[in-house]
């Protein structure tokens, strides 16, 4: 190889890096805007979650649970027995609901949501009660 075909080699080893580093800034200014448009949103929700928080009522009643017929059930047990721990098979019982194991598994899942609304307290495993 002689010296005039390896500065061509060089030159087009050059230019093919030069094309790669233009890409390259494009993408870093695609997404220095991306990133950008991110952290205003995440500001916008920010903002937002303080003001609904400064809005909502302080130590107040918690949010009233879902109203179905089902929630309307376990949440009237609960306020005629406020004092009173239950498992999710004895509120079945109680209600005289299906014991089977599926729909006592999905009675779980709903106490496990008004516990987390704040309607119910857990004072042990498996054990829910009105949050006095």
Known sequence: MNVIELLDSLQVQHDESAARAGELRDQIEQLTAALAETEARLAELAITRKVIAELAPAGGEPAPPETNTAYQAIVNAFNQHPDQEFRARELHELLG??????????????????????????????RYQKRT
């Open 97 to 126: 609901m299906p014991t089977d194991e599926a729909s006592v598994n999905v009675t779980r899942a709903r106490l496990g949501r008004l516990v987390r609304q704040g309607f119910l307290t857990q004072p042990g495993r498996g």
